[in-house]
């Protein structure tokens, strides 16, 4: 059973930054993509940005600020986030997808808190 352990969420004032990370228990081999997610209260679960070999996609609200990133030797992905905004302010979960062994499916991590406030 594969998992996924992210880190890095904190309390930031606006304007400040952070960069999340998500540790995967097996290698990035048949992966079709990673992506982080966040949910805020009262919200439903909503796309902020993936990455899919070399090529990356991110939601509206945060291109320019927000960078995904994978580095394959150490199996984690990255959400360097820049200039935040208290509409950030969320649980960030990362995703990964695949078709095949070890990562078939749809995989979550348990979620990181990201609050952006004075």
């Known amino acids: 059973q594969v998992q996924l352990v992210e880190s890095g969420g904190a309390l930031v004032q606006p304007g400040g930054s952070l960069r999340l990370s998500c540790a995967a228990s097996?290698?990035?081999?048949?992966?079709?993509?990673m992506g982080w997610y966040r949910q805020a209260p009262g919200k439903e679960r909503e796309l902020v940005a993936t990455i899919s070999g070399s090529s990356t996609n991110y939601a509206d609200s945060v291109k320019g600020r927000f960078t995904i990133s994978r580095d394959n030797a150490k199996n984690t992905v990255y959400l360097q986030m820049n200039s935040l905004k208290p509409e950030d302010t969320a649980v960030y979960y990362c995703?990964?997808?695949?078709?095949?062994?070890?990562?078939?499916?749809?995989?979550w991590g348990q979620g990181t808190q990201v609050t952006v406030s004075p």
């Open positions: 995703n990964i997808r695949g078709r095949s062994w070890p990562w078939r499916g749809d995989h």
């Open positions: 097996a290698r990035f081999f048949n992966v079709d993509t």
